[in-house]
């Protein structure tokens, strides 16, 4: 698989603001990753990419420098978002860009935080889109109860809390994908836990380190969607990350009947990893409700393929954040589905599939999602005939062998 984007993104960022070199093996070469790197790039921080590994020499926290140009980081959320955190604290003026698509997504949930830390921030909408034009500061720490579930929140403020004078408290709804709490930690950050809120404290000084990014169990997650359910199929994942902030698809496909087997677990840079044997077997329908979503956001449109195939129904509430990714993915995956004979019906907060659908082929389009897309794809291997889907391009932002891998699969069962 390819390396986890979400790890990739922040071991970049909190190696360009640590003091010395580190390295990232496996690491994600998806458009989203490639864009923060070329952002940093831009902000002064000498950056060495190779095919299997990327070398960063940070510049330790004061280090970077007025970047030219706006940095556009191209359809990333994850990259904007966390690179504004990082931003808010430094001493010069930036400007944060990207496709039409980001800047589509909404910026006040970071922009609010960081302007209360005291960064000057502007945007469109008087900062809830993107461009934003930030002028860094000194800034302060707040205790800051986030109203939605973000980890892309979490991580802006908990970066900006490593420039701020005194102590940044976060605390959020249910938890996120805690990736940034654990490099944190590994990189001997002091960030400790009180009761359900974080606490950094400011301006610690962190050295580099190498890194070794597990595979994405984001990305697995098709390829565990398409074993279960192409007849005869047995797969075998290696290396994926198994942090449980993000194995909710796991559980949930176990929970409908998958076959699937954790083995060889073990432990890379303080986030477990293993391999994934899976092997098809018939689905039931299920019930998803909002305690579940932040462990699975990613994974609501290829975990639709594997509901409107399972036998019986499937309800999805509480998804309302589904709305405002890459795309409207709850649109998105309702209008596609229909388009290739899946009665699904979408709710303003997430799906109801009647499951047992008889796949037609036919021609979809993606939206612009990498992640629908690639939900299609598989989605038409249950199909009865050729199924195409328009605008595949942006797959490359997470996935860029993602086609190959599929042939492969596909040619080995032959
Ligand atoms: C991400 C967090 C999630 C997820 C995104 C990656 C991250 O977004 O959907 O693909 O790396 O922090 P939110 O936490 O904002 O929901």
Known sequence: ???????????????????????????????????????????????????????????GLGGW???????DCG???????LLAGALAGQPFFSILTGDDSL??????????????MGAAIQGRQGGARAPLAI???????????????????KSAVLFAGLFAEGETRFSEPLPSRDHTERMCRHLGIPLTADGQALVLPGRPAFAGNDWVIPGDLSAAAFFIVGASLVPGSDVRIEHVGLNPARTGILDVLGAMGADIRIVNRRD???????????????????TVGA????????????????????????????????????????????????????????????????????????TCMSH???????????????????????????????????????????????
């Open 75 to 81: 359809n990333s959320g994850t990259g904007l978002r």
């Open 368 to 414: 612009g999602d990498h992640r629908v897309a690639m939900a299609l794809a598989i989605a038409a291997l249950t199909g009865d005939g050729p199924t195409t889907i328009l605008d595949t391009d942006c797959i490359a932002t997470s996935f860029p062998g993602f086609h190959d891998n599929l042939l492969e699969l596909l040619t080995l069962s032959d």
């Open 65 to 71: 420098r007025e970047p030219a140009r706006p940095l």
């Open 103 to 116: 800047c589509g997504r909404p910026m006040e949930r970071i922009v609010e935080p960081l302007r209360r």
């Open 1 to 59: 698989m390819p390396g986890d984007k979400s790890i990739t993104h922040r071991a970049l960022i909190l190696s360009a603001l640590a003091d010395g070199v580190s390295t990232m093996k496996g690491y994600c070469r998806g458009a989203d990753c490639l864009m923060t790197i070329r952002a940093l790039q831009a902000l002064g921080v000498a950056i060495e990419v190779e095919p299997d590994v990327v070398r960063v020499t940070g510049r």
């Open 135 to 153: 002028r860094g500061a000194a800034l302060k720490g707040i205790d800051y109860r986030a109203p939605v579930s973000s980890a892309q929140v």
């Open 291 to 362: 305690a579940q979503v932040p462990a699975m956001i990613d994974e609501f449109p290829i975990f639709c393929v594997a509901a409107a195939v399972a036998d019986g129904d499937t309800v999805v509430t509480g998804a309302e954040e589904l709305r405002v990714k890459e795309t409207d993915r709850i649109r998105a995956m309702t209008e596609e589905l229909r388009k290739i004979n899946v009665p699904v019906r979408d709710t303003p907060d997430g799906f109801v599939l009647p499951g047992g659908a008889a796949v037609r082929g036919g």
């Open 268 to 286: 890379d840079a303080g986030e477990p990893v293993g391999d994934l044997e899976v092997r098809a077997a018939p689905l039931r329908g299920i």
